[in-house]
């Protein structure tokens, strides 16, 4: 269940879940789950070399944490619970992708920016 003790704006942490077509559950934590999902698919570079055979992903669900190290702390307990066990965890999971992406995506340099003043 998503922490509602803060704002989504102030950079939380989230903890997300895919499923890759295989079938197969992928999960990880990042600042931005709708960057991070595009990364795992390929659209942007830095995804996982798990999800690179098994393209594409889908997001199932995602959680909020104040920070870094309690969204480590809960992806280290929700990867020990079994198939059956993550599936009715992500029943009460935020499933829809965050409205707020507090990292803003990189950008390709332009002729313009390249060009010396």
């Given at each position: 269940?998503?922490?509602?003790?803060?704002?989504?704006?102030?950079?939380?942490?989230?903890?997300?879940?895919?499923?890759?077509?295989?079938?197969?559950?992928?999960?990880?934590?990042?600042?931005?789950v709708?960057?991070?999902?595009?990364?795992?698919?390929?659209?942007?570079?830095?995804?996982?070399?798990?999800?690179?055979?098994?393209?594409?992903?889908q997001?199932?669900?995602?959680?909020?944490?104040?920070?870094?190290?309690?969204?480590?702390?809960?992806?280290?307990r929700?990867?020990?619970?079994?198939?059956?066990?993550?599936?009715a965890?992500?029943?009460?999971?935020?499933?829809?992708?965050?409205?707020?992406?507090?990292?803003?995506?990189?950008?390709?340099?332009?002729a313009?920016?390249?060009?010396?003043?």
């Open positions: 269940m998503i922490d509602n003790r803060f704002d989504l704006n102030r950079h939380p942490w989230f903890l997300y879940c895919l499923q890759c077509q295989d079938g197969s559950l992928y999960t990880g934590i990042c600042k931005s709708v960057r991070r999902v595009r990364q795992h698919n390929g659209e942007l570079a830095g995804g996982a070399k798990y999800t690179q055979g098994r393209r594409p992903v997001l199932l669900a995602w959680q909020a944490f104040v920070d870094q190290s309690a969204a480590l702390q809960a992806e280290l929700f990867k020990k619970l079994s198939r059956p066990q993550k599936l965890q992500l029943s009460h999971w935020q499933t829809s992708p965050p409205l707020a992406s507090p990292e803003p995506e990189a950008r390709p340099p332009t313009e920016s390249d060009a010396a003043p």
